[in-house]
């Protein structure tokens, strides 16, 4: 019986497939199982509640077996983390493709997902855990770093320093949110229940100290506000309790957001519940668990919007808290908005989004090259360089060397091509992954998310995120994933990822160009066909074709 084990991707040039692309997926698939990568490795859980790389232990065993012997021209299909066949195909096809926690519509919630998940017939894939391109805490570090940039040129004069903000979660996602405030400048009380969620983010040093109570907390960040000094600070506790009793004390509070993991009611945890029962207490009433995890949320919700009321400026952070608050009869939830048609649609207009990559061969030297490359390919791009440069200084590896930026339409197809030629001229120690969080412009449909108050109102037309699929199919991607559910929850988003994987050869580079310029190209459609004029600027400038502008 196989069962739990540490997970480490090897590292270096030997192969233990018959390819780079295999190999590629095989050690992307183990890193993110590895220990310092996921949040509870031993139950297969990568991030965001109980996003998961593989469905259970054989068939991650089975993943593996099958990884190592598959063929350049063979594609290996997984169904929510199983691997269900293989099939021939050919050399520009996909090695893997994956769908992972989808229900037909009128099916598609909680609760018949986890009977379904109960009798071992599906998993939770979120977004980059099914689809094997998590890179840890680093993946949502620079889109949080814009967000709070975002809203710091909107309210702030451009910096947060002077500013406190609120938040809680400082899970593998939401443990970007103290860092991010920080290299913005401001101060940060990020509350979370679990003690290991706050000491693992200190550790990396994503979070500066703890504080013993909410008024230790508010001491050290009055006064670190006061100096404009930057500081964020762990609080233990339940939000749903200490937001409102933040806000009744008048607490100075300035910006607030959530990142707990409410878009599963079960992971989230309900006031009156111990941290350390919370588990149990789930699996043995999950109905009565999520009644009372909604009730929670709703008081916390409401604290948010009293928080708004009185002058701070609030956004859901991507989580549903607002869904679920409503759900549990609380009317106001939706008075403030989500932060992608708040601070980042513009960007998807562009076809930005989350590019990442890997270093294959664990060396954080080839990350450093990629930096340097990056910087001298884009050197007019002032916050890609300020980013850059602070990554550099402050961000701590977790697993495979990594990096992330945001880059556009006609920018991601440059650097991808220059990082194969450098991988092809022998500059870095071993082949790179090149992907990207599902959260893009092009490859999501979610009405809470990515795709809320769309301009047309086609905030659930999820034709998108499949074309997208496709079309990264089409082009050469190495492993194509379509999912369900995802940051907001079942019935809530159907979204795409693809990663490619720059080995250094020609045809690799071929791939590379198309890729990387289709699956940027998505977002550009996508909000042309929506209607805005920055995406319709895109388009004329950068030659995408749109049959419907023509003729
Ligand atoms: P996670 O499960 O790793 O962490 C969630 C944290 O919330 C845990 O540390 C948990 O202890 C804490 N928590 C739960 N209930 C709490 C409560 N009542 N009070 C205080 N803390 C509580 O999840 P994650 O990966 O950090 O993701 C967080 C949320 O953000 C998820 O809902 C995820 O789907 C969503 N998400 C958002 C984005 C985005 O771009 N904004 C991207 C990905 C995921």
Not at 285 to 307: K, L, N, W
Not at 514 to 525: A, E, K, S
């Amino acid at each position: 019986m196989s069962g739990p084990r540490p997970v480490r991707a090897s590292r270096g040039t030997a192969l233990s497939t018959l390819g780079w692309q295999q190999e590629a997926a095989l050690r992307m698939l183990q890193n993110n199982l590895d220990p310092e990568v996921a949040e509870h490795p031993d139950k297969l859980v990568v991030y965001g509640g109980t996003g998961k790389a593989a469905r259970d232990w054989r068939s991650y065993d089975a993943m593996v077996r099958t990884l190592r012997t598959l063929r350049q021209d063979e594609t290996m299909l997984v169904q929510s983390g199983r691997p269900v066949g293989v099939m021939q195909t050919h050399e520009w096809a996909p090695r893997v493709l994956l769908a992972n926690s989808n229900l037909v519509g009128d099916w598609a919630n909680w609760e018949e997902f986890r009977r379904l998940e109960h009798l071992g017939l599906t998993m939770y894939g979120q977004m980059t855990a099914g689809s094997w391109i998590y890179i840890g805490t680093q993946g949502i570090l620079q889109g949080t770093y814009e967000t709070f940039a975002a809203v710091a040129a909107k309210k702030f004069g451009g910096t947060l320093a002077g500013t406190i903000t609120l938040t809680a979660g400082l899970g593998g996602m939401g443990g970007a949110q103290p860092l991010a405030v920080t290299m913005n400048d401001g101060v940060a009380i990020c509350i979370d229940v679990d003690p290991r969620a706050i000491e693992r983010r200190i550790e990396h040093r994503y979070l500066d100290v703890r504080a013993d109570s909410p008024r230790h907390a508010l001491a050290l960040a009055t006064e670190a506000r006061d100096a404009r000094r930057p500081l964020s600070i762990g609080l233990l506790g339940n939000a749903a309790e200490l937001l409102p009793q933040l806000l009744a004390e008048g607490a100075p509070i300035d910006i607030v957001t959530d990142q707990t993991s409410a878009h599963d009611p079960l992971a989230y945890l309900p006031v009156g519940v111990a941290f350390e029962d919370m588990a149990d207490a789930a699996a043995k009433d999950p109905a009565g668990f999520t009644t009372r995890a909604r009730e929670s949320m709703a008081r916390h919700v409401e604290a948010m919007v009293g928080f708004m009321d009185a002058g701070a400026e609030v956004f859901d952070y991507g989580n549903s808290i607002r869904g679920e608050a409503r759900l549990a009869g609380y009317d106001r939830a939706f008075a403030f908005p989500g932060f992608v048609p708040a601070y980042i649609r513009p960007l998807f207009c562009e076809g930005k989004g989350p590019f990442r990559w890997a270093a294959l061969s664990g060396e954080a030297s080839d990350i450093h090259k990629t930096d340097r490359a990056l910087l001298e390919l884009f050197p007019e791009n002032e916050s890609l360089h300020r980013w850059i440069k602070m990554a550099g200084e402050r961000v701590h590896f977790q697993g495979l060397p990594a990096r992330i930026c945001w880059l556009g339409y006609g920018e991601r197809d440059k650097a991808g091509e220059r990082f194969n030629d450098m991988v092809a001229g022998g500059e870095l120690a071993a082949p790179l992954v090149i992907g990207r969080d599902h959260l893009d412009c092009g490859s999501v449909a979610s009405p809470y998310r990515e795709t809320e108050a769309m301009l047309d109102g086609s905030d659930a037309i999820a034709d998108w995120p499949l074309l997208n699929a496709m079309v990264n199919v089409a082009s050469g991607a190495s492993w194509v994933s379509i999912h369900h559910g995802g940051g907001v929850g079942m019935g809530r988003s159907i979204h795409a990822g693809q990663v490619t994987v720059a080995d250094g050869t020609p045809l690799a580079g071929e791939k590379i160009r198309r890729v990387l310029t289709n699956d940027p190209g998505m977002g550009v459609i996508r909000h042309v066909d929506a209607g805005y004029d920055i995406a319709e600027t895109v388009a004329d400038e950068r030659d995408v074709r749109i049959p419907m502008r023509e003729g």
